[in-house]
């Protein structure tokens, strides 16, 4: 699979349903049991989340130019034993039911896949032009 955003987010991001700026949003690790679907919408449609495998809400989150950035970030204690496959990035409502999908990313991501050993997990977002994710023409 390859990189790639959710249909159902680019559908409310267009229509204004999702101001990423305002809204919590987080990274979560899967699994390869995981079988990435453009249709999907919510976290309750994944499987294979890692346990602990979630990040607090991304910090200084920015919108330039149709490119969406935010602090790297820090899921801590992931439980061991685990191999992560890919990183979701995902709106949190507090409900894995009704918290959105945004992007899925598998490659071209220095590290993974990457087996768990119980201690911190770092997220370093891409700092060239395209950051976490960007609009592209």
Known sequence: MANAAYNPFKQQLLSGGIDLT???VKAL???STYVFSASHEFVSDLAGILTNGRSPALASKTVTNGVFDADNTTLPSVNS???????????????DATSRLLAFF??????????????????TWDDGANKIFA???
């Open 29 to 31: 690790l899967v699994t």
């Open 135 to 137: 609009l592209n023409g």
């Open 81 to 95: 034993g685990q191999t992560a496959a890919a990183i979701v990035v995902y709106v949190d409502t507090g409900s």
């Open 22 to 24: 305002a809204n919590t």
């Open 106 to 123: 598998d490659t071209n991501v220095t590290g993974l896949p990457f087996s768990t050993t119980g201690g911190d997990i770092t997220i």
